[in-house]
């Protein structure tokens, strides 16, 4: 056992069975290999679940049009792709705009209202949120409570407005 | 999600390698080319470090954040390592003897693990940015620093967590000054850079002390358990914090038993940007150093006071954002109970408790890694090793015991807490624990088989 206790010190990695009855050392290094085997079998199990998993999401991923990849969360909330596309491509990169919610979005789902204006701010920086903005992107709200001169620059089936509001 | 998206990722990372090699040499040195390739993964993490840190300090002055600031940071702080190795004579690499040979135990499990991060690329390559964390606050405070060069005030107070530290975002608004774009598709490869950074650390930290079959097995058992095959490619901080986290407390463990300088002193470069990268950072640096001045109470004449200073140093590296957001009126960082408020609400502790537990010890999530961790803290006490398992029975123990706390302590969690894995919080402070678990379950098992926790060939700078 103590010569067992100087090689495995030394770092030798020896398996000598009939030690692993001893106590302590012996019973410690029985421990150690079945955690090993414990871990092996787990690791080796878990492996084929997890490239399975990850081959699965890769093909996914790889079926995704551009638009779904890049709207990827937003798609549970934006309701349709192409009025946030347009706001990108009308809004001036140095303007602000504000996000109006309503009841009157066709499809909207539960997290619509509550986090459109999240999903816009992160999808159309640099432009700059702004309460009293002129461009307004309009996500069911009712276009007369925007005020006069509200020029509607895309309406949508769903009821979302882009649009600037005059001066 | 181009090529040149990929190609920009590519450079940074070598960049980052780079920049790190200069550190590791100022910090230890090496005897030949083949260590630095045994290191390079702990050269390359120093690096993401070092960078990380040094570009929040940048961020919090109010330097102008560009490309060419990124550069002009990453080289000035090659040529500080280069001229700390120069200072201190560090001899010039040879070629040397190659590695040691793994067997082939070791080399089919290390197969394994190049397999599955072969797959966790191509998962990466074309993920679209799902996690509602991401793309509602982390990769926004990226972007606002890519577009508007700095902490932009209107972005950094108005969106969710505003004093969530900014190591992540400056890294991923680093990623798109390189990629060209802020390419928030390929960005997910970033994090990939990171978890394989990551393994060829600790690998390459461990691969002289212990046995490849201890080493590949634990690595294999952690990667591919559910939660971090799922979520460790999101592009948000957690997973991040858990690897600066492992790492520290890695080197932590390592200089407990070999008192190497240069191990304490990439640990507080750890210890700093793990504070730096989330609030929780700042429990978890604090339950490395607890346990260190415990395990290391024998020496404590000589211990105490340089892990003081590595302390004093990782605060000070992380003081300068807390400056910051204080001085522009965030508020966020401190529980709704207030620090000492837990009295109040004394009802919330056990559930708390059993949320921190339900979830570390979570199977579907985590595989069996915590309690075979317990087995091999248990078993090094057994075969006669001390300090290595009363440090990590500390780090382990506290840290669950912060988790507790802080889950007790934020009365806006309701308890306990039982939501889905992808938005329990809990889950998230218990990850950097299975993260650990890669470095340190197989030093624990080295020491319960040998015997003791002396390394068996201790690591000479």
């Given at each position: 056992m103590e010569r067992d206790r100087r090689n495995a010190a030394s770092g030798a990695f020896?398996?000598?069975?009939?030690?692993?009855v001893v106590w302590p050392l012996g019973i410690a290094r029985l421990g150690v290999v079945l955690c090993t085997a414990v871990a092996l079998g787990y690791g080796l199990v878990y492996f084929v679940k997890a490239v399975d998993r990850l081959g699965d999401t890769a093909r996914t991923n790889a079926a995704q049009n551009f638009d779904d990849r890049e709207f990827a969360g937003g798609n549970a909330l934006v309701v349709a792709n192409r009025p946030l596309y347009e706001a990108r491509a009308l809004i001036p990169e140095d303007e602000t705009y504000r996000v109006v919610t309503g009841p009157a979005v066709q499809g909207a789902t539960e997290l619509t209202a509550s986090f459109i204006d999240h999903y816009a701010r992160y999808f159309l920086m640099p432009r700059r949120p702004a309460p009293d903005a002129r461009w307004v992107i309009c996500y069911g709200c009712d276009p007369a409570s925007l005020g006069d001169g509200f020029?509607?620059?895309l309406e949508d089936e769903a009821g979302i407005l882009v649009g600037r509001l005059a001066g | 999600m181009t090529v040149r998206s990929l190609l920009g990722l590519v450079a940074l990372n070598l960049f980052a390698l780079g920049v790190g090699a200069g550190l590791l040499w100022g910090l230890r040195g090496w005897r030949s080319w083949w260590e630095l390739a045994r290191l390079a993964g702990l050269a390359y993490m120093l690096g993401v470090a070092a960078i990380g840190v040094a570009l929040t300090l940048v961020l919090?002055?109010?330097i102008p954040f560009s490309f060419a600031t990124i550069v002009l940071v990453g080289i000035a702080l090659a040529a500080a390592g280069l001229g700390v190795g120069v200072r201190l004579g560090r001899p010039r690499p040879l070629l040397g003897p190659g590695p040691r040979r793994i067997g082939l135990a070791g080399a089919a499990l290390a197969a394994?693990?190049?397999?599955?991060?072969?797959?966790?690329?191509?998962?990466?390559?074309?993920?679209?940015?799902?996690?509602?964390?991401?793309?509602?606050?982390w990769v926004p405070k990226a972007k606002a620093i890519y577009f508007f060069g700095g902490l932009d005030e209107q972005f950094f107070s108005e969106l969710p967590n505003a004093t969530?530290?900014?190591?992540?975002?400056?890294?991923?608004?680093?990623?798109?000054?390189?990629?060209?774009?802020?390419?928030?598709?390929?960005?997910?490869?970033?994090f990939w850079f990171l978890l394989a950074g990551f393994v060829a650390a600790v690998v390459g930290l461990l691969a002289t002390r212990v046995p490849p079959v201890l080493l590949w097995s634990f690595a294999l058992l952690a990667l591919v358990s559910p939660r971090v095959v799922g979520r460790t490619l999101e592009p948000q901080a957690d997973f991040t914090l858990d690897y600066l986290f492992g790492l520290a407390a890695l080197l932590v463990a390592l200089w407990l038993?070999?008192?190497?300088?240069?191990?304490?002193?990439s640990a507080t470069l750890f210890l700093g940007a793990t504070m730096l990268t989330k609030r929780e950072g700042q429990l978890l640096a604090a339950c490395v150093i607890a346990a260190a001045l415990a395990a290391s109470w024998r020496g404590w004449r000589s211990a105490w006071p340089r892990l003081g200073l590595a302390s004093a140093c990782a605060v000070a590296v992380a003081l300068p954002w807390r400056v910051w957001y204080v001085s522009h009126d965030l508020t966020g960082e401190f529980p709704t109970s207030g620090v000492t408020g837990l009295l109040d609400n004394l009802d919330r502790a056990r559930p708390s408790l059993q949320s921190v537990l339900s979830s570390a010890f979570?199977?579907?999530?985590?595989?069996v890694v915590l309690p075979l961790v317990i087995a091999a803290i248990v078993l090094a006490f057994i075969a006669g090793a001390r300090t290595l398992p009363v440090y990590a029975a500390l780090v382990y123990g506290l840290a669950l015991a912060g988790f507790?706390?802080?889950?007790?302590?934020?009365?806006?969690?309701?308890?306990?807490?039982?939501?889905?894995?992808?938005?329990?919080?809990?889950?998230r402070l218990t990850a950097s624990l299975v993260i650990l678990s890669v470095a340190l379950a197989p030093l624990l098992l080295d020491a319960a088989w040998r015997g003791t926790d002396r390394a068996a060939r201790t690591e000479k700078a």
């Open positions: 020896g398996l000598d069975v009939s030690s692993f020029e509607i620059l | 919090v002055v109010g394994l693990v190049i397999v599955y991060l072969e797959a966790l690329f191509r998962a990466a390559r074309l993920s679209g940015l799902y996690a509602f964390d991401a793309w509602s606050f969530y530290p900014p190591l992540v975002p400056a890294l991923e608004a680093t990623a798109f000054h390189f990629m060209g774009s802020p390419d928030v598709v390929t960005l997910h490869v970033q038993l070999e008192r190497q300088p240069w191990q304490l002193a979570d199977a579907g999530l985590w595989t507790t706390w802080a889950i007790w302590s934020f009365t806006e969690l309701e308890v306990p807490i039982e939501q889905d894995e992808a938005i329990n919080p809990v889950v």
